[in-house]
Each structure stands twice: as structure tokens, then as C-alpha cells.
């Protein structure tokens, strides 16, 4: 079978290759096709895998490619990674709102409305060349934000578009752990959009571990987000939110602790990964130990603000280890290529599942996989509380993907006043006026 990596050129993209070299299963990927815009970056890139391959017997081949079409003909499965406007992208997305007194995380509040207005087109056109080249292939959207940009592709794609994110994943097998119980044999009652999500319930043997784990302070001091939420309050809540949530429940310490570092997380990784890829350029041959290496900084700074702010301590190297996004991939892929059942939290569309939100509400639940997709499974409703704040971002996301199709101003000042981040309309004008002056592919929001 044949995958094609979009954003090829992508750091992360050794982790899938990684994941496809440990998989030794009949049907298996025989043939990777790295696109990027970058020719520097896929060459670098490429050059990590090829040393990730030596001495792995049958490895996937790898190809690299900048032209789109030739990338897509003939592909099986489709993994969509790509970054529009790169990490200085993601640097102005950053400090524009920080500017204004506003959080500005990646794909959280205003930096994730500019990252979705600017990567909604593009991830468009990205859908349309798919169901005109490789109209059998499965889509597995990575794209951030995920569920905003998988919502924009179904309609060219259908149900062979699927998002994933590793944090609804990671977070249920650590709090699986935390029980003594089996990650792979729980069922996670869990729900919400993207970044924006409670696990609400965790069944093993017939019966709700969760109560139990949140009684014990013992176990829910034991992973991060136990200690990134902490006890009292997540006894209040009576379940355990994903780790993004912080933002929103500590909104203002978190703002306080971001703004009081130097640089951004988007300035540290584009420092830190233009360092990379110029190393890389250089020394080929270290290609692979110089991804490994910075790799492992990067993972052990990652949310470091918030976890500073709830003093959780460093991140858990077990939960590092474990696999992230690439894994959630490869389960996905074989479940459907080979008609193995498989659950998966995923974002799908809603279909009646969660009673507050259309059925065609892009949303992250528990799936059944096969040959024939991703069905979601019935899970317990939102509390008031949870569909308030869902039913509010749904808004904001749909407002963000109008903006940017049809590219209308008021559509995208609604998105930025509408989140529950942003407090006022004035703060949101000046947002959308700063973001369109810095940013050139939204110069077109200009008053």
C-alpha cells in the first residue's frame, strides 16, 4: 500500500515513519511519498528516514516530491501534516494576541482562529486535488486546528476524511495506568471538539474506574494532568479534562506565566528547528541523531508554562515513550485496510451522537473502525457546563472556516469576539486588524 505524508518536509514526520517500520503485519505500507512546498526540509527529512531504515529489511520505500498531483496519484492513504505560513507563522500567531493582553497558544483562542483562517484554504484545495487524483484514498487529517480543518474537507471528501490528535489517546491511557488497569482493554467515555474535551467515564470489566480515580489523591497525582488540574478540581468537575483545557481554566495565570517568558513556544521551536535543519544540511550523515536529539527537547518543554503554573513538574518519560499521533495513525490505517476492528477516539461527524451539536458537527469521540470508516459509538452527553463551552467554539470554528472560504471580514471579526478567550469586540477587531497587517495571507481581512 502506498501513503503520502503532506508536510512531508514536517519535523514529526520520522515518528510515522518509525510507527510503519515496526509494523510487520501482512498489507502493511510498502511506499512513502513525502510533498512539501520546502525542498530543504524533505531533503532533510528524508535523509533521517533512509537512516532510520538501515538494516530494517522491507523498509518503505520513501520518495520525495513538490508537486501535489504526483504525490496523490495512486495513494492508498493520505496523512495530511502540513503548517501553513510555517512556525513564523505560528510566532506572529502567538505574540499578536499576547500583544493585546490576550492568550495566544497555537491552536487555542485568537493564534488558533489566524492558524485556521490561513490554513482553511489551502487544506480546500488540498481536499479538492484528493477527490479529483486519488478519489479512493483515506484521509487522515493531523492539520491543526484538527477539527476545524477536517470540518472544512468534508465536504469535498465525505467520510474518508478523518482527523486525529494523540491527546484524548494519551490522556485515557494515562489515567488507565494511573488505575492498574490495562489501557488497551478500557473503553473511555470521553467527548468534545478538538483541544476541547472531558473523559467522562473509563470502563473496565463492566465497570466506571473513574469515580475511584478521582477519590484517590494518590493516583491522580501519579500523571500530568492530575497534577496540571489538581485534585479539588477535578473532584468538582467529575472528570478529567484534556490537557488544553488548562487554558481556559487558568486562562489568566497561564497568560501571566507566557508573557512573562522571553520567547514564545512558536519562537523555541522555530529557532530550535531552523538550528536542525541547517545542521542537518551541513551533516548528513547525523541526520538521524541530530532529529533524536532535538526531538527530545523538544517534547520535554512542551505545555511547559501551564505545567509550571500547577507546579506538575516535568513531563512523564513513560508517557513520551508511549506513541503518540503515529500510532493513533497506523491503527487507524490497518483497521481499515484490513477490516480490523478497532476503537479510536477520533473526529468524525457528530451524527446525533452528542444532542447539542448538528449531526454534521465535526466532534471527537469514541469510533468504531473497519473497512468501511469510522462510526462513533454512543457516549454519556455533555454536562450544561461542557456543551456551554463546546456549543460556544463550534461557533467560533464555523465562523473561522466562513471567514476563510468566502473571505468575509465580519465572519471573522464574529470568530475572534465570540471565543471565550477574547473578551471584547473592540480586543477582537484589534486583532483581526493586527493579524491582517503582519500576516500576508490575511491581508485580505483589512478594514
Given at each position: 500500500m502506498r501513503l503520502t505524508i503532506l508536510g512531508g518536509g514536517g519535523f514529526r514526520v520520522p515518528l510515522v515513519y518509525q510507527a510503519l517500520l515496526g509494523d510487520r503485519g501482512t498489507g502493511r505500507i510498502t511506499s512513502v511519498a513525502l510533498f512539501d512546498t520546502d525542498r530543504t526540509r524533505l531533503t532533510s527529512i528524508a535523509a533521517v528516514?533512509?537512516?532510520?531504515?538501515?538494516?530494517?529489511?522491507?523498509?518503505?520505500?520513501?520518495t520525495e516530491t513538490t508537486d501535489l498531483d504526483e504525490a496523490l496519484r495512486g495513494a492508498d492513504f493520505v496523512f495530511s501534516a502540513i503548517r501553513v505560513g510555517g512556525l513564523e507563522g505560528r510566532t506572529v500567531d502567538e505574540r499578536v494576541a499576547l500583544d493585546l493582553g490576550v492568550l495566544g497558544q497555537e491552536t487555542v483562542g485568537a493564534g488558533g482562529i489566524a492558524y485556521g483562517l490561513r490554513t482553511v484554504p489551502v487544506a480546500v484545495g488540498i481536499a479538492q486535488r484528493i477527490a479529483a487524483v486519488a478519489p479512493q484514498a483515506w484521509v487522515i487529517n493531523f492539520t491543526n486546528p484538527a477539527g476545524m480543518v477536517t470540518e472544512a474537507m468534508i465536504p469535498y471528501l465525505?467520510?474518508?476524511?478523518?482527523?486525529?490528535?494523540?491527546?484524548?489517546?494519551?490522556?485515557?491511557?494515562?489515567?488507565?495506568?494511573?488505575?492498574?488497569?490495562?489501557?488497551?482493554?478500557?473503553?473511555?467515555?470521553?467527548?468534545?471538539?478538538?483541544?476541547?474535551?472531558?473523559?467522562?467515564?473509563?470502563?473496565?470489566?463492566?465497570?466506571?474506574?473513574?469515580?475511584?480515580?478521582?477519590?484517590?489523591?494518590?493516583?491522580?497525582?501519579?500523571f500530568e494532568e492530575g497534577r496540571?488540574?489538581?485534585?479539588?478540581?477535578?473532584?468538582?468537575?467529575?472528570?478529567?479534562?484534556?490537557?488544553?483545557?488548562?487554558?481556559?481554566?487558568?486562562?489568566?495565570?497561564t497568560l501571566a506565566a507566557v508573557q512573562a517568558v522571553?520567547?514564545?513556544?512558536?519562537?523555541f521551536l522555530l529557532e530550535q528547528q531552523s538550528a536542525f535543519y541547517a545542521e542537518t544540511v551541513r551533516h548528513p550523515e547525523r541526520a538521524l541523531e541530530l532529529w533524536q536529539k532535538t526531538r527530545a527537547e523538544r517534547e520535554s518543554t512542551y505545555m511547559v508554562e501551564s505545567?509550571?503554573?500547577?507546579?506538575?513538574?516535568?513531563r512523564d518519560e513513560r508517557d513520551m515513550a508511549?506513541?503518540?499521533?503515529?500510532?493513533?495513525?497506523?491503527?487507524?490505517?490497518?483497521?481499515?485496510?484490513?477490516?480490523?476492528?478497532?476503537?479510536?477516539?477520533?473526529?468524525?461527524r457528530n451524527r446525533g451522537v452528542l444532542h447539542h451539536l448538528d449531526?454534521?458537527?465535526?466532534?471527537?469521540?469514541?469510533?468504531?473502525?473497519?473497512?468501511?470508516?469510522?462510526?462513533?459509538?454512543?457516549?454519556?452527553?455533555?454536562t450544561d457546563h461542557q456543551a456551554g463551552l463546546i456549543c460556544s467554539v463550534k461557533a467560533v470554528e464555523r465562523s473561522t472556516i466562513e471567514a476563510a472560504v468566502s473571505g468575509s471580514r465580519s465572519a471573522a471579526l464574529r470568530a475572534f469576539a465570540w471565543h471565550p478567550l477574547v473578551d471584547s469586540v473592540t480586543a477582537a477587531g484589534k486583532l483581526l486588524e493586527s493579524y491582517a497587517e503582519q500576516l500576508p495571507d490575511l491581508a485580505r481581512f483589512r478594514a
Open positions: 528516514l533512509r537512516q532510520q531504515a538501515a538494516g530494517v529489511a522491507d523498509a518503505p520505500v520513501v465525505g467520510d474518508r476524511v478523518i482527523g486525529i490528535c494523540d491527546s484524548p489517546s494519551g490522556l485515557g491511557r494515562r489515567a488507565a495506568l494511573a488505575l492498574g488497569v490495562d489501557p488497551s482493554t478500557a473503553f473511555y467515555d470521553y467527548a468534545g471538539l478538538n483541544h476541547l474535551g472531558w473523559l467522562r467515564g473509563l470502563r473496565s470489566g463492566g465497570v466506571d474506574r473513574l469515580p475511584a480515580l478521582l477519590e484517590s489523591s494518590d493516583a491522580l497525582s501519579s496540571l488540574f489538581g485534585a479539588d478540581w477535578l473532584r468538582s468537575l467529575g472528570a478529567i479534562p484534556n490537557e488544553y483545557l488548562h487554558y481556559y481554566y487558568f486562562a489568566r495565570e522571553q520567547q514564545t513556544r512558536g519562537k505545567r509550571e503554573v500547577a507546579d506538575a513538574g516535568e508511549a506513541g503518540g499521533y503515529e500510532q493513533v495513525a497506523l491503527s487507524l490505517m490497518r483497521a481499515i485496510a484490513h477490516n480490523e476492528r478497532a476503537s479510536l477516539i477520533l473526529n468524525v449531526d454534521d458537527a465535526v466532534v471527537e469521540i469514541p469510533c468504531t473502525v473497519d473497512a468501511n470508516g469510522a462510526l462513533p459509538v454512543t457516549v454519556s452527553q455533555l
